[in-house]
């Protein structure tokens, strides 16, 4: 199950700085972890979660896999790219394959580093491409209803269907509010997605900021906070320069190059984070002596559909999960103490997956 958090920004504001970061670092784990698959604008990090490694630690696994996030550096953003400018189309085509936008925003002062509207102003930068996905989703819904008023008058129920969220979409955004805004009740959560809508997709807005400010943000990042608050986005503060260079040194270089800057970790960490945050994903671990594993899922998910993210025979076959709380795993030392306190429970297809559950699916088949 892969999730992919696509990067964009206007020029000159730090994109591929944090893009080359984040593929460096990629590249750096490839060397560790399997799976770890690098093309040009595609950069696949592992998620940053300390508890993997205590509990490779306790059981002894030979092995440690995380789980990863797909970044995927969106080219040709300029104000028309809904019009082509650039490379708008490719652009627009790009963005509707990922899970969320990371919206990289400058907000730093360099005399050097020009602005394309020769401005620092992260807040206007922000609504410039925000309105660029707005005019993109117009133009495509009213193409979309042009198509599809033959099919509703034939009573085509999932064309009644689209039809009703798109307007809902439509009215949204001639109001001038993203499509994310709209209220879409569960049943229509399908329907609603397969629309690839680019303003109903998550964003996070990444702050980069001076060297010195790494740590602290500064004015311009206060207002992108605000902005995302607003909003109910999220936003990080990060140092793209920072980044760049942390990603060319190995683990206990940049842990001693974090500690001289005062910082208590890597900003793409807390990127990364963030990301995970934003798309309401949580994991789950399977630990062994072979190996101690982590794997993501949606908030929500079923143990039936947790054993999938595996294998999707164990979903079909599934019997029970047994299953144990990180902290119970922890505090008492392993599976099998854990298991002699009480603390290892059998669980059935209704049981909900918690963040940070330990679990052995058994199967049929």
């Excluded at 800057?261 to 062994?288: C, H, N, P, S, W």
Aim: glycine share 10%.
């Amino acid at each position: 199950m892969g999730f992919k958090m696509g990067i964009v920004g206007l020029p000159n504001v730090g994109k591929s700085t944090l893009f080359n970061a984040l593929t460096k670092t990629a590249a750096a784990q490839a060397a560790n972890f399997p799976f770890c698959t690098i093309e040009p604008n595609v950069g696949d990090v592992a998620v940053p979660d300390a508890r993997l490694d205590k509990l490779a630690e306790i059981a002894g696994s030979k092995q440690v896999i995380p789980t990863r996030m797909t970044f995927v550096d969106i080219a040709g953003l300029v104000k028309g790219a809904s019009k082509g400018e650039g490379l708008g189309n490719q652009f627009l085509a790009n963005i509707r394959e990922t899970d969320a936008i990371a919206h990289v925003l400058r907000c730093f002062e360099d005399g050097d580093v020009t602005h394309v509207d020769g401005r620092v102003d992260p807040v206007a930068d922000a609504e410039t491409i925000e309105t660029e996905l707005m005019l993109a989703d117009l133009e495509s819904i009213e193409k979309r209803l042009q198509n599809i008023i033959r099919k509703v008058r034939g009573g085509d129920k999932d064309a009644v269907q689209s039809q009703r969220l798109m307007e809902a979409a439509k009215a949204a955004l001639e109001n001038g509010q993203p499509a994310r805004t709209v209220d879409v009740d569960p049943e229509d959560a399908k329907a609603w997605s397969m629309l690839q809508l680019l303003t109903s997709k998550p964003v996070l807005y990444v702050c980069n900021v001076e060297e010195e400010n790494a740590g602290t943000g500064n004015a311009q990042s206060e207002r992108v906070a605000a902005m995302a608050a607003a909003q109910g986005n999220s936003h990080v503060v990060i140092s793209a320069k920072i980044e760049e260079e942390i990603a060319q040194l190995d683990a206990d270089e940049a842990q001693m190059f974090l500690e001289e800057l005062g910082l208590e970790e890597a900003g793409l960490d807390r990127l990364i984070r963030a990301g995970y945050g934003l798309l309401k994903l949580q994991t789950y671990f399977t630990v062994g002596p072979k190996e101690a594993r982590a794997w993501t899922i949606r908030q929500g998910t079923s143990a039936p559909q947790a054993a999938g993210v595996i294998h999707g025979d164990f979903e079909k076959g599934f019997i029970r999960a047994e299953t144990i709380a990180y902290d119970d795993f922890v505090s008492l030392g392993g599976e099998n103490a854990a298991k002699d306190a009480g603390k290892m429970r059998a669980e059935g297809k209704g049981y909900i997956v918690k963040d940070g559950d330990i679990l052995h699916i058994l199967h049929s088949g």
